[in-house]
């Protein structure tokens, strides 16, 4: 009975497996076909979801599904190698991709500098995307864009406000969508642009509550950081969350990830589209000194 059913496992498997195919480069993949018709073209702009997950722990290393999808014009010169934008050609509007990327592969394409925590050798990347639509012109990808962009800070603000009402946290909400609790205001001097601000922090991803980063605790315990207020030093959310307080002030910025890392996020530690919360203590707030003279170059003095 064992072998019959290990048998039968590995038919299905191999069954599975070959419903892949290859491109000259030797990206596996799948097209399953949608119901549109207008097929893609060299020079057209299109819409598109994409996630890609590191196989063996499930973890998502990027997605736009259900954040902001990826814009594009198709340009068959700048096509890559080992990339899903070889199918592009074989695809119409509807049409979903699944593929498969090998990291060691990967590695020897130069398309990760290293092996690391994230990228293992002997590593597979499984990925997966949607044509969405193509476009008229860029006036007509722009509007999209716009339009996008601000349904994703609507729903990450919404996102929050319902965290924070879960946990019966008293905020206030800045012009940006930052959610501040202010448990202790501060009696200083009053946190604004051009102020240089020292700050004990602690990191934590709203989405599971993990740490991430703190100079409360741990090896950097007690050393303050100090930026300057408008000077871009910081994410934007610190920028605006930071100006409810003065110095000795405590509370907690629940950040939308728009005003942290966006779609970027901050590999490995903070993903794409995370909300992000930061517990702050405001130290101190000071003019910044000024900046230190630089050497110059004394004059040629001709003879």
Request: charged letters at 35%.
């Given at each position: 009975m064992k072998i019959t059913t290990t048998i039968l496992a590995l038919a299905i498997l191999f069954a599975s497996c070959n419903q892949f195919e290859k491109t000259k480069s030797g990206l596996m993949y799948k097209i399953t076909k949608g119901?549109?018709?207008q097929k893609l073209k060299n020079g057209d702009l299109i819409k598109f979801n994409v996630e890609y997950k590191i196989r063996e722990k499930d973890t998502i290393l990027f997605t736009t599904y259900g954040h902001i999808p990826s814009f594009y014009k198709i340009?068959?010169?700048q096509l890559r190698k080992y990339d899903f934008g070889e199918l592009f050609p074989m695809c119409s509007v509807g049409d979903k991709l699944e593929f498969v990327m090998n990291i060691d592969t990967l590695k020897k394409l130069g398309m990760i500098p290293d092996y690391n925590a994230v990228f293992k050798r002997g590593g597979v990347i499984n990925g997966k995307a949607e044509i969405l639509k193509v476009y008229a012109n860029e006036?007509?990808?722009?509007a999209d864009i716009d339009k996008e962009v601000a349904a994703e800070k609507d729903r990450e603000i919404k996102s929050i406000d319902e965290y924070t009402k879960k946990k019966n946290v008293k905020t206030q909400k800045t012009a940006g969508g930052?959610?501040?609790e202010v448990t202790q205001q501060g009696t200083g001097e009053k946190v604004d642009s051009g102020?240089?601000?020292s700050i004990l922090y602690?990191?934590?991803l709203m989405s599971n509550g993990?740490?991430?980063e703190s100079n409360m605790t741990g090896t950097n315990a007690g050393k303050t950081l100090d930026v300057v207020i408008g000077a871009h030093q910081v994410i934007p959310g610190w920028e605006e969350g930071l100006k409810l307080f003065a110095a000795g002030g405590k509370g907690t910025l629940y950040i939308p990830a728009m005003m942290a890392y966006g779609a970027q996020?901050?590999?490995?530690v903070i993903p794409s589209y995370a909300n992000l919360i930061f517990e702050i203590e405001v130290k101190d707030v000071k003019i910044p000194p000024p900046p230190a003279p630089q050497p110059t170059t004394p004059p040629v003095i001709k003879k």
């Open positions: 119901s549109g018709k340009d068959s010169s006036d007509e990808v722009k930052v959610f501040v102020k240089q601000v602690k990191g934590i993990r740490e991430f996020g901050n590999p490995p």
